[in-house]
Nanobody, 121 residues
Framework: VQLQASGGGLVQAGGSLRLSCAPS????????VGWFRQAPGKEREFVAC????????LYADSVKGRFTISKDNAKRTVYLQMNVLKPEDTAVYYC???????????????WGQGTQVTVSS
């Protein structure tokens, strides 16, 4: 199983980025997918999650209203649209797949390699 995360980069505060996560080696339509992030010196934290059906979503309070998670089953890809980015959003962003629809890091069994997002002030 592999999860390829991409789309990170350097952006100014107030800007936007769209991250993509393309899992392979698993039945895409039956897994819940989450995005997490880890800033230097901090623990990995939940950002957003989408159910296998694509109907249910969850967001961390810190990104609610600014980030949108979505999935395209035909393209086997999950997206994280990030708008109105802030310097505190700077982190390595990871996508993960698991059997539970949850915010808990340990509930996701499959992880990608991460993509760096840097927001300058």
């Amino acid at each position: 199983v592999q999860l390829q995360a991409s789309g990170g980069g350097l952006v100014q505060a107030g800007g936007s980025l769209r991250l993509s996560c393309a899992p392979s080696g698993l039945t895409f339509s039956t897994y819940n997918v989450g995005w997490f992030r880890q800033a230097p010196g901090k623990e990995r934290e939940f950002v957003a999650c989408i159910s296998f059906s694509g109907i249910r979503t969850l967001y961390a309070d810190s990104v609610k209203g600014r980030f949108t998670i979505s999935k395209d089953n035909a393209k086997r890809t999950v997206y994280l649209q990030m708008n109105v980015l802030k310097p505190e959003d700077t982190a390595v962003y990871y996508c993960a797949a698991g059997g539970l629809f949850t915010t808990t890091t340990n509930s996701f069994g499959y992880w990608g390699q991460g993509t760096q997002v840097t927001v300058s002030s």
